[in-house]
Structures are given as structure tokens and as C-alpha cells.
């Protein structure tokens, strides 16, 4: 499995935007990347995610890099509700769908 | 979307029993997935549910240990048996809609079990 690095924590300042940065050098073509977050003593939830050009959804926007092997997640104002495990993940449909995680970003928002 | 719900929330339980969680969905799905949390870790894939056919665990999870049971397209079982407390964890069950589809996947709440 293609595997992703992040920094092991970040802290951010409520309502200031937050980059997290997710390097995956040896992502292959059919690899899409996600992003997924955890909350505290809840299930994973999906972010969002993108193969080539830069996405954004009501959540986040994801820029991916043009060589495709970093990416990043942009939260444009942190609230403290953002504070969780940010997850990037990449995911082929040659794996039959499933995710793996990796260690993540512990992401803490201060008022 | 999916809303999932699993059964039960938590658990404490003896060592050298067995506990099956059931993990239900309201609205037919392909892919079901099992993952375990250990305490302050990331998540592991245990196995992939299929229906109709035996699940396929990943490396380092067995039958014997983890059997599945998916009856139908909404519902699936994962027992964990004859425990340790190195078992105690989240069990989070997950799906997806389709084989090789790479959209959203969606998780239910966990089961938070202690073995004592």
C-alpha cells in the first residue's frame, strides 16, 4: 500500500486558516487522495478527496501538488470544532475500496 | 450518505469469552469493512465483509480469532473471541458502496471494548 507522512501534531488559532500538508512520494497513477478527520471519541468522517486538480467542498479545500506527490488540506477558519485527527489516505480501486490509515495530524485550535 | 449504528456502544468483558458486535446500516451497501482502534492509535483494517462469501482479513487478523458474518446487504456481525485484555480497543465497522469505488466512506460510532 502507498504510503503518506504528516506531522504528528499542529496547532492553529480559531478562525485563522490551517494548512496540513501530507507528502506522498510514491503515489501511483490510480491513487486518489483522501482526506478524513476523527473527533474525539467518534468515528472517522470523510473530508474530502481529489486525483489531479485542487477540490473544494463545504468542508475544506484539498491543493495537490503538480507532481501529485504532496498534497494539502486547507481548513479556511478554524473553529474549535475542528480539533481532531486529520487523515490523508491513499486509496486505489485496485485495493477493492478500503482505506488505511496512517498516523495522522493531531490538530488542536486555540480561542 | 449512510447512517450506521453499532451494537453495543461498549462492553467489559472476561478474558477467554467471546462478544459480537453487530453493526447495522440503513441502506444496502457492498463494501463492509472492520477496523480496530487501539488505545491513542490509528485505525487497522481487520477485514473486508462480503456478502455472500467469506470476508478477507487482512495480514495479522484471522477467522479463527475475528469470524464475520454478513447475511445481507445491511447488516454484518464480527465476533471477537476467546479474549485478552490486549484485545480490549474500538471496533468500528465501515462501508462503502461499491468494490473499487473511491468515494465516501462512512463509519459507524464504535464499540469500545474493555477485556478485563
Known amino acids: 500500500d502507498a504510503k503518506t507522512t504528516q506531522p504528528n501534531s499542529m496547532e492553529s488559532n480559531e478562525e485563522e486558516p490551517v494548512h496540513l500538508p501530507c507528502n506522498h512520494s510514491?503515489?501511483?497513477?490510480?491513487?486518489?487522495i483522501h482526506w478524513y478527520r476523527q473527533l474525539p471519541s467518534q468515528g472517522p468522517e470523510y473530508v474530502i478527496h481529489?486525483?489531479?486538480s485542487n477540490v473544494n467542498n463545504r468542508m475544506a479545500s484539498l491543493a495537490i501538488a503538480e507532481d501529485r506527490k504532496s498534497s494539502t488540506l486547507i481548513l479556511h477558519r478554524a473553529t474549535l470544532r475542528d480539533a481532531a485527527v486529520y487523515y490523508c489516505i491513499l486509496r486505489s480501486y485496485n485495493q477493492g475500496g478500503k482505506l488505511i490509515f496512517g498516523q495522522g495530524t493531531e490538530l488542536s485550535v486555540k480561542p | 450518505s449512510a447512517v450506521i449504528s453499532q451494537k453495543p456502544s461498549r462492553d467489559i468483558c472476561q478474558r477467554g469469552t467471546s462478544l459480537t458486535i453487530q453493526c447495522q446500516v440503513d441502506s444496502q451497501v457492498t463494501m463492509m469493512f472492520w477496523y480496530r482502534q487501539q488505545p491513542g492509535q490509528s485505525l487497522t483494517l481487520i477485514a473486508t465483509?462480503?456478502?455472500?462469501?467469506?470476508?478477507?482479513?487482512e495480514s495479522g487478523f484471522v477467522i479463527d480469532k475475528f469470524p464475520i458474518s454478513r447475511p445481507n446487504l445491511t447488516f454484518s456481525t464480527l465476533t471477537v473471541s476467546n479474549m485478552s485484555p490486549e484485545d480490549s480497543s474500538i471496533y468500528l465497522c465501515?462501508?462503502?458502496?461499491?468494490?473499487?469505488?473511491?468515494?465516501?466512506?462512512?463509519f459507524g460510532p464504535g464499540t469500545r471494548l474493555t477485556v478485563t
Open positions: 510514491t503515489i501511483s497513477g490510480t491513487d486518489y
Open positions: 465501515s462501508v462503502g458502496r461499491d468494490r473499487g469505488d473511491i468515494g465516501e466512506q462512512y
Open positions: 465483509a462480503n456478502q455472500g462469501s467469506e470476508a478477507t482479513y
Open positions: 481529489g486525483l489531479t
